[in-house]
């Protein structure tokens, strides 16, 4: 249910944005790319649990470098027509990029949670 309101919300959005199609697109793009690169780096697993705060904020780095980086160059590129509607579409993207990272990092978690626990029963 909340998938096909993500997916209906996107389509909307982009037929209400059809004169500024390239700067909706751009915000997607970067918004998905930047997110990824986040959660990417912040979700490592390391054996030093003291490394749990670095990766975070690695993470923030990440995601504010490839954002920052994306914007300049497509301000340059002149893909970006409107500032307004490339902004919206970052803002619902970023949401919508981090609720799927962390709705797929769970389902993961709860997988491999499920092969322990028979791993364990099996033995």
């Given amino acids: 249910m ?3 309101f993500i997916i209906l919300l996107s389509i909307v ?3 209400l944005s059809g ?3 390239h700067s909706f697109m751009v915000g997607f793009g970067i918004a998905a790319v930047a997110v990824g690169t ?3 780096l912040a979700f490592r697993s390391t054996r030093y649990p003291q ?9 923030v780095a990440a995601k504010m470098g490839v954002t920052v980086v994306g914007v300049m160059w497509s301000l340059e590129a002149n893909l970006i027509n409107s ?3 490339f902004s919206l579409s970052y803002l619902f993207f ?3 990029a981090t609720y799927l990272y962390f709705t797929l990092r769970e389902f993961q978690m709860n997988r491999t949670a499920k ?4 791993e364990t029963q099996a033995a």
């Avoid at 092969?115 to 028979?118: E, F, Q």
């Fill in 2 to 4: 909340k998938f096909g």
């Fill in 13 to 15: 959005a982009g037929v």
């Fill in 19 to 21: 004169e500024h199609f």
């Fill in 38 to 40: 986040g959660c990417w």
């Fill in 51 to 59: 490394l749990a705060a670095l990766l975070l904020l690695m993470g």
């Fill in 83 to 85: 500032p307004f509607v």
């Fill in 94 to 96: 970023s949401i919508v």
């Fill in 115 to 118: 092969m322990n626990a028979l």
